[in-house]
């Protein structure tokens, strides 16, 4: 019997050395690794390059840039002293559409923007202001309908309660009329013309 219980005890020293030494390594190899794995996962919003207030009615517009270096426009608009804030977001950077009546469209089209990015412009003008958006349009940089995949996917997080939780009636789209049904398969949207743009209010369903 005194025999068994020195081999089980000896069995037991190994097991824990064995444990005490994986656990050992494990500790280094997260000290190691730590600094890269941060640096890869570290999560930066766009930097504001420039800002301007009017000193007419508070409108404020940002210019912010990417990692890449590119830069977009948006803008925080009040209306009629109300409280309610709305978001003029970009959808491309520089614009492929080339409206003559357009300054974007002059500089060329450099790329889509992402769904994320999208969306940074928002939580940027948020965090900047310490204010709630409650509506949004996508009447910056770009024409959306050429970009309908990362502009859906935004209006999605958008609205989203889990997201930005902005509701439904107070996201539009605006088009320089670049416009098909065949984007929105599977969505809901109702649609309405004005002064040359199709302005497409997502309803009240959410995505």
């Known amino acids: ?16 050395a064995v444990v005490a030494v994986l656990l050992v390594a494990v500790i280094v190899a997260a000290v190691l690794l730590y600094p890269k794995l941060s640096e890869k996962a570290e999560y930066r919003l766009p930097k504001i390059v420039r800002k301007l ?11 912010l840039e990417y990692s890449d270096g590119n830069v ?15 978001a003029c977001v970009s959808s491309q950077i520089g614009c492929p559409v080339g409206c003559v009546f357009c300054a974007t469209g002059k500089n060329g089209f450099v790329r889509n923007l ?13 965090r900047d202001t310490g204010l709630r958006i409650s ?32 509701g439904a009636r107070h996201i539009s789209i605006s088009t320089s009329g670049n416009f098909s049904m065949d984007s929105f398969k599977g969505e809901s949207f109702s649609i309405e013309t004005t002064s040359g743009n199709t302005f497409l209010n997502h309803n009240a369903q959410r995505l």
């Open 1 to 16: 019997m005194s025999e068994i219980k020195k081999e089980n005890g000896k069995k037991n020293g190994v097991t824990f």
């Open 53 to 63: 207030v009017s000193k007419i009615d508070g409108t404020i517009k940002y210019l």
């Open 72 to 86: 977009a426009e948006c803008v925080l608009m009040r209306f009629d002293n109300r409280p309610n804030l709305t």
């Open 114 to 126: 992402t769904s994320r990015e999208i969306v940074e412009q928002i939580m940027i003008m948020q």
């Open 135 to 166: 509506n949004v349009v996508f009447m910056g940089q770009g024409e959306p309908l050429l970009n309908i995949d990362n502009v859906l996917r935004a209006i999605r997080i958008i609205n989203n309660v889990k997201g930005l939780n902005i």
